[in-house]
């Protein structure tokens, strides 16, 4: 059984950094896509920043230039670097990752989330 642990969250002042963990546990073949969301109160989730195995990358406007996604292969582990933090970056974030298993094929899965807090 697939599953992802995140951690990394907390609470920071505005322009500070924080980095968010997600590493994909369980039985699999191979990752095709990891991908960081987050989640506003009272809003909709939305994409942040996503890796694909083709080695594409992309990022929301909004973080372009400030968040960093990377990936340790070895470890199945992604990390979303987040610099220059705005009270705007407010959120639960949220890691997914497209995971194929030859029993399972593709299936998306999704870490528990963790609380990004910025002050002003």
């Known amino acids: 059984q697939v599953h992802l642990e995140e951690s990394g969250g907390g609470l920071v002042q505005t322009g500070g950094s924080l980095r968010l963990s997600c590493a994909v546990l369980g039985r699999f073949y191979t990752i095709n896509i990891m991908g960081w969301y987050r989640q506003a109160p009272g809003k909709q989730r939305v994409m942040v920043a996503e890796?694909?195995?083709?080695?594409?990358?992309r990022y929301d406007d909004s973080v372009q230039g400030r968040f960093t996604i990377s990936r340790d292969a070895a470890k199945d582990t992604m990390y979303l670097q987040m610099n220059n933090l705005e009270p705007e970056d407010t959120a639960v974030y949220y890691c997914?990752?497209?995971?194929?298993?030859?029993?399972?094929?593709?299936?998306?899965?999704w870490g528990q989330g963790t609380q990004v807090t910025v002050s002003s």
């Open positions: 997914n990752a497209n995971v194929y298993d030859f029993s399972t094929g593709s299936q998306p899965y």
């Open positions: 890796w694909t195995k083709s080695g594409r990358i």
